[in-house]
């Protein structure tokens, strides 16, 4: 299968260390014209996520930026990495996902997650201890409303009344679930059309998972990078290293990662492996071999720029990204893939 290139989104606009903060009526037109942009150079998907109450703005409502993107784009796929669907009303996500597939010709994936930062939860009027459940019927109920089906379904936590969905997609988004821990995996590959990971770390276990399942052959992993690509990758940490370590500790505040200390200095993210720095023919190396030796990844995205970082910089790595690394890792994959059928 061939693997789609893309660019990952949060939108967070912090205020630079002088107080200047970046208006996000700008911020958000320029993300727009950047997408226009990277798909005229090749890049094939956007990847947005989803997060609520976050001072710098982080992305709280991703369906209706979808919408944007799939109005200015032609042919770029839109995804979400991820929403947290314990928060939402899943007949609504359904009737919004199905939307954004009609509107865009087909163009839209629906990623979830069970999320994790408990003011959410409360905020919503959910309970983080009924994440796994509130998941795994908000999958079932979407699915049936896709569907068409008008019949009724009552789980533990949620319910469907006896009543149809319209319009339904056209073409049926795949439905995708992110997790990060064994049991969490376990259910992606269980319920899930596909399985968003945010370290490639966690590809073998969703794999063992999907063989014990007896359903490998349905194997789909959309693999969202945390590396740094430039032609000296670090001088260019030197510059951005900053942004990364306010992103990664953002995150550690929310308790994204389990109880640990939040990091001092960019270097620390680099040798924890939070981040990791490649030059364009190590980018080559690495993500040709990780697609040769994972065919089940069909989509490979980087964050297009991190939180706070200006973005046309962003846009500096996704060129070299769209027109060096790209181009040649497809045409190393396929070799190696001619290479393969003639042994």
Request: proline share 7%; hydrophobic share 40%.
């Amino acid at each position: 299968m061939s693997t789609h290139f893309g660019l990952w989104y949060d939108l967070r606009n912090p205020a630079d260390p002088a107080g200047t903060t970046r208006g996000f009526t700008t911020l958000y037109r320029q993300v727009l014209d950047q997408m226009v942009w990277a798909e005229s150079l090749g890049i094939d998907s956007v990847w947005l996520t989803e997060h609520h109450f976050m001072d710098d703005g982080y992305t709280p409502s991703p369906f209706v930026i979808a919408g944007a993107i799939g109005e200015r784009t032609e042919r770029l796929r839109v995804g979400t990495n991820l929403i947290v669907s314990p928060l939402h009303n899943p007949i609504r996500l359904a009737e919004d996902a199905a939307t954004l597939s009609l509107l865009t010709d087909g163009r839209f994936d629906l990623g979830v997650g069970q999320g994790y930062w408990e003011p959410e939860f409360a905020a919503f009027g959910r309970s983080v201890r009924n994440r796994p459940s509130l998941l795994e019927e908000g999958v079932e109920i979407i699915r049936r409303c896709w569907s068409g089906s008008d019949e009724a379904f009552t789980g533990r936590r949620l319910s469907k009344p006896a009543l149809a969905v319209s319009p339904t997609p056209e073409s049926v988004p795949a439905l995708l679930v992110g997790a990060m821990a064994d049991p969490a995996i376990e259910r992606a590959a269980r319920i899930a059309d596909g399985f968003l990971s945010t370290q490639n770390v966690h590809h073998a276990p969703y794999l063992a998972a999907m063989d014990r399942l007896g359903r490998r052959s349905a194997a789909r992993i959309y693999a969202g990078q945390w590396v740094i690509i430039a032609d000296d990758p670090e001088a260019e940490w030197a510059r951005i290293g900053r942004h990364a370590l306010y992103q990664i500790n953002k995150y550690i505040e929310m308790g994204a990662f389990g109880p640990m200390p939040q990091f001092t200095e960019p270097s620390q993210l680099i040798e924890a492996g939070s981040y990791t720095l490649w030059d364009p023919d190590t980018a080559v190396t690495e993500l040709s071999t990780l697609l040769s030796s994972t065919p089940e990844i069909v989509d490979v995205h980087f964050w297009a720029q991190l939180p706070g970082e200006p973005v046309e910089s962003g846009s500096a790595r996704i060129e070299l990204l769209a027109t060096d690394v790209i181009p040649r890792v497809r045409a190393r994959v396929a070799d190696a893939e001619v290479a393969g059928v003639h042994a």
